[in-house]
């Protein structure tokens, strides 16, 4: 994932084996939502993010 602000990479992610839709959990949705509130606040040090 990535957007002007930071690149997020190893995101967990479960797959739909019949259709391979990709959906991420609420947690790890809640964590994206605080990096993103940092970034843009300029509080994130780091462009790329490795989860």
């Not at 602000?5 to 964590?31: A, D, F, R, S, Y």
């Amino acid at each position: 994932m990535q957007t002007d602000l930071i690149e997020m990479q190893n995101i967990p992610c479960t797959v739909c084996q019949e259709c391979g839709h990709e959906q991420i959990g609420q947690q790890v949705q809640k964590k994206i939502d605080k990096l993103l509130e940092r970034a843009a606040k300029g509080k994130l040090k780091a462009r790329v993010v490795v989860m």
